[in-house]
């Protein structure tokens, strides 16, 4: 009877609802607890997934699809015997009782028992009914959220390359709407469908019983219904078109007009502009008004529909010259209402259904695109099973060190590789930069470091110095490109993109890149936080803020400027304090003040003789800094080595250099930097 | 500028019965439709019953009694169904069905289009507030957010609201009529028809309130879940390289387990509501039943009655669930009513900020006969001190200055420095605190706005272009001839590029900002543009802010040679656009702090620049 919500009513009357409120439910809790077949995770499903999404999931829900199948049936035969046992009273009475007969009496007796037990199973069908829908909402939500997780969880595991063929608000779009038809289908279309057919197989055969053949008139005039309906869901779905697009129309006006409201009054259009928006407001209504016409007309039929079912059996009745008794006909009404009821639904079984095989679809166009093991296990690099066990047992991992041997990076259908034999090292617990001038390959060359790009040939091997409990150091080298090889460089690594991310999270929860959810932070968080955005000269602008640390960011909250965004990037990498740290010109958004006193703060200080960095730069002013660099172009190393060497007259680097300071003399004259 | 933008007003959970009262009075000619309207719908709902009634009168026709017992309205319809023959009173009945069908169908759109008609005109009336508001409420209200009011707001106020209140009508309606059928046919069984309603009414204030409740919460705790989503999707690379893709894992089960709490108890409550609704219902159904198995063995009533007063309840829980769903749903629509009506009162711009001003600056008002056109004109700054808005810190500062006539005038300054702000104030898009600003003698902010605008033509600091044709964009109000507008083209030398374009010409598509030409086209276009409104004094906004070499080059010769014999005042970071200028300006906070001749100006400018105690 679902008295559990009856305390959450009774509060919810005066109080305003919080969540603290809903976390009385603990009925919801069994939810997380049930055991269910979605365990596994999405990696163990995943070949099922790509062939097919709609065969899977109805392979993990089958056992709720059948209980929810024969719930409905039962919860139907209950209102099927509800009502001839109605008719059976009106029967009783046609057939034996005349008012003052000695019977009468009797059988108002038996009708008065037949009375509660019409009432207690129409009570009983509600209540399964209930059951059924609830069971409905918790596939609807379970599949939905499953198939989420298992999308996100695949993302997070892509290949790079796959994962820039599908832009992030299609992916978002997929995991919203697609995932939300598919999870529709089954607890609805799914069980209702056949419950659909076999309830109108029960209904008609009964009613043959009662009124004879009359009941495949009744038959006939019902399946007539089927393509009514099917026509006007047609002709419905051409006129929402239609709308869509006038909408569209209108709300793009109105955004451009809103968008561009200043120079509207500039040059005194605003008013025409006002004037071409009512008249595709005017249009929209029309069309609306076409919309509302055919709706009603629609639904009006098939909510009237019974009625000409009933009728049907009537005629049914004359046809073939049947006796009409009041029993029988209220019979033929009750068991056409419901009828009616089971048919309603259909065309939106239908376009249900269309929609699941669409989003079906869509998601295993994602689910096809390799994933990063998958790109491995193409080159067959493995760590052996001893390295990976001092690797695991080390307390600390230092002095790391590259060596790439003759990487080669090949795009298929392109006829110039995009890395062509670059050999070099990159030497442990110092600066080195990668510079070339745009398109050299500086970022696809890190992104290979980092294992994002499998290398067509060559291979990259890491260097590092792991140390144990007892402190025994040992020097380990082994290939990154494969799993147990990543998984340890992302033990060891942090990165600074080019573009910063932002999560929606605090300003706390930004820097070290953890979610609070229920927990708490240890008390000496914070102080470690305040700490890496002063090193990344934010924390001036974190006081600013109007919460401080605990400043929600990104849309919607505090929207950073571009360099702000950076310094949090670069708070982050100092904050996480490990001992490899790449960068991708992370300084670009910044202006020359700052920069000098990050590099100062970085370079020169918290990384400097502990950690290998590695930076990909534009930025030349400080390359005297560096240990070892190395100059791409095209693809292709063109120079390494340290400072003194390149840096003579007559290397590429120096050229390089020269271009590059006229410009920037040409660029100061002219100023326009950062503003916040 | 954060602090600038203000927050969204949030409109409380609960809407009061005058609120939707308000609504529907507001609605024109709600005095004559209004009447009209809901005798349509309490007919409209009679049908599905009167069917059921007909058919009972069809049925005992005069089977058992006499035709002329029961109520008097029964007897001609039972005469009727006893005379005519079996085949003609299915006819009937069928045509009644028919015109049940017709008749629903009908109301339903009338009512429905009444109530739209209501929300269409409200959009017009913001879309006439909207234009006349001062700039600075689009300042202070993101974009996002006005949109939303013409969008899923206005879909509210077209589509669902009006199902909603045609829903409710409907089923009041409907279930009124049972009672009443109940009444007139069995009154004794009546007396269950007041504790049914009453239960219901009971039922009902119990689930609304916690319903809507938890359907805010449920709303609140949904977007995470998918702003997380889109992260971990948009920031792969990064979470990954920190090895935290278990941690953005972690936090959207998280996030999905608060949101089940929510979601799922929403609807554990609605399956509660059905249940008892269905009770009360089944309840009245029996108490109707055992009446009329009482009427049966006591000869009141015939069979066809006695199956038709059961048959009452059929659909009655239904509709009681229909009910109470449009009151839930109603309640969370009608916040779009709530917003849009926000933008019903707003403030008005351009109203003429005269009186203490006029008396302390001694201007003459501007005549209201049409004056000629000037070609150049003089301006002067009377002491003037401006801000944005009420609230806001001053941004022009006791600013003094003459613009000669047909003179060409250069400002520069740091960013920030009231630059652009000066051209606002031009265009009267700031509230001005003291002092005035003449042009030719009589004061500007006395003039008519449209008027006082049409003095000036911008070439704005971002060329922006619409989507359209490129005669749209260069004279959307079609004022010029297609020979003007050509020779503008020529003027900015882009007359070439756009008749190389082929056929098209001045109907080349422009896609929307203008994306399909190059940042410096753009900006060229602007200047036709402007070149075009012929205006006595032209104003430019760093017009050489962000474009490529070549057409840098092409636009500072627009700049010099352009515009000839008019007021011309530029804003520029290049100081060669300033060197040929009569007249120099340097801004600081605000405030005028240097003017003169470039020769003067420029080489201190030049010398603050360097030593870095002058960064633009």
Known sequence: MFSDVNPLLRTLKTEAGEEHHLRKMIWVERIFTDKHNYEQGVFAVLPQLRHSVMRTIARAERLSLLKMFSIHIVDVVCSIIAALLAVRILELFENGGLPGSAGVWEIAQQSVLIALAVFGLNVLAASLHAQKIERETLVVFRVQTTLARWLNTFVLNMSRQAKARFPTGDIVNVAQTDARHVAEFFAHAAVDFPVLFVSVTLIVAVMWTIVGSAAFVALGILLLQIPVSLFFSWLGQKLHGELMRRSDRRLSLVTEWVQAARLMRYFGWTQHMARDIRIAAQREFRQDLKMKAHYSTSFGLSTSWWMLVALGVFAGFLWFHLDKSASQVFAAIWLSSILGQQLNPLPWFVRIFSEAQVGSRRLEAIFIAPIQAEEFASRGFSVPDDVAAQLNAAHEIRNISFDLRDVWVEWPGVATPALQGVSCRFPAAHLSAIVGPVGAGKSLLLQTLMGEITPTRGEVLLECDAVDADGHSTRLIFPIHCERGLAALRRVQTFVPQEAFVAAASVRENVPLTYLNDGEFPPDFDAQIVRALERAQLSTDVQTLPDGLKTELGERGVNLSGGQKQRLSLARAIYAKRPLVVLDDPLSAVDTETEDKLVGELFGGCWRSSTTIIWATHRLAHLSLARHIVVLDGGQLVEQGDWQSLSQPGTRLSSILSSLKQNAHQKNSSPGDESA | ?616
């Open chain 2, 1 to 616: 500028m954060t602090g600038f933008v203000a927050r969204e007003s949030k409109a409380t959970g609960r809407l009061g019965m005058s609120f939707y009262s308000r609504y529907l009075l507001s609605m024109r000619s709600i005095a004559w439709m209004g009447p009209v309207l809901l005798f349509l719908i309490v007919a409209e709902n009679f049908f599905a019953n009167g069917f059921r009634w007909l058919v009972s009168l069809w049925v005992e026709a005069c089977g058992n009694h006499a035709c002329t017992k029961g109520p008097w309205i029964e007897v001609p319809v039972r005469e009727f169904f006893a005379e005519v023959s079996p085949q003609r009173s299915l006819f009937a009945l069928l045509w009644f069905v028919l015109f049940a069908v017709v008749f629903r169908a009908f109301t339903w759109t009338v009512v429905t289009a009444f109530l739209a008609r209501g929300g269409r005109s409200l959009h017009d009336e913001v879309v006439h507030n909207l234009s006349h508001v001062p700039v600075t409420f689009y300042d202070e209200n993101p974009t996002g957010r006005i949109v939303r009011r013409f969008s899923g707001d206005y879909a509210n106020l077209l589509v669902e609201i009006p199902n909603y209140v045609n829903d409710i009508f409907g089923c009041i309606a409907e279930i009124v009529w049972i009672f009443l059928l109940v009444a007139f046919q069995a009154p004794l069984a009546c007396a269950s028809c007041l504790p049914c309603a009453l239960v219901y009414l009971r039922i009902q204030s119990d689930f609304r309130p916690a319903s809507r409740e938890v359907q805010r919460l449920a709303k609140i705790l949904e977007t995470p879940i998918w702003a997380v989503f889109t992260e971990s999707v948009a920031g792969q690379q990064t979470i990954r390289a920190y090895g935290r893709s278990d941690e953005f894992q972690k936090r959207l089960q998280y996030l999905q387990n608060r949101y089940a709490y929510a979601f799922l108890t929403q609807n554990r409550m609605t399956r509660w509501l059905n249940v008892r609704l269905k009770m009360t219902s089944e309840m009245f159904g029996l108490i109707v039943t055992l009446f009329v198995i009482w009427s049966l063995a006591t000869g009141r009533l015939g069979a066809g009655v006695a199956g038709f007063l059961m048959s009452l309840s059929i659909g009655l829980d239904g509709t009681m669930q229909w009910l109470t769903r449009s009151f839930s749903m109603i309640d969370s629509t009608m916040v779009s009513l709530e917003r849009i009506l926000e933008y019903r009162n707003l403030p008005r711009e351009g109203l003429r900020q005269g009186g203490s001003l006029q008396q302390s600056t001694h201007l003459p008002e501007s005549p209201e006969t049409a004056q000629p056109a000037i070609s150049g004109a003089e301006i002067r700054f009377h002491d003037l001190s401006a801000r944005y808005r009420e609230g806001l810190p001053v941004v022009l500062n006791n600013v003094q200055l003459t613009i000669p006539a047909r003179s060409r005038v250069g400002i520069i300054g740091r960013t920030g420095a009231g630059k652009s702000t000066l051209f606002q104030a031009l265009y009267r898009m700031l509230e001005v605190e003291s002092g005035n600003i003449s042009v030719n003698g009589s004061s500007l902010l006395l003039k008519e706005l449209s008027e006082a605008r049409s003095l000036f033509s911008i070439v704005p600091q971002e060329p922006h272009l619409f989507a359209g044709t490129l005669r749209h964009n260069l004279d959307r109000l079609g004022k010029h001839s297609e020979k003007r507008l050509w020779e503008a083209l020529e003027a900015v030398r882009l007359a070439e590029h756009f008749r190389a374009q082929g056929e098209a010409g001045l109907d080349f598509e422009i896609i929307e900002r203008g994306g399909n030409l190059s940042v410096g086209q753009r900006q060229l276009i602007c200047f036709a543009r402007a070149l075009l409104m012929d205006a006595p004094i032209v104003l430019m906004d760093e017009p050489t802010a962000s474009v490529d070499l070549e057409t840098d080059a092409a636009i500072q010769m627009a700049v010099k040679h352009l515009f000839q014999g008019k007021t011309v005042i530029v804003i520029a970071h290049r100081l060669e656009t300033v060197q040929d200028c009569d007249l120099v300006l340097v801004m600081s906070q605000g405030r005028l702090v240097a003017q003169g001749a470039p020769d003067s100006i420029l080489p201190a400018w030049m010398s603050g620049v360097e030593s870095g105690s002058m960064l633009a």
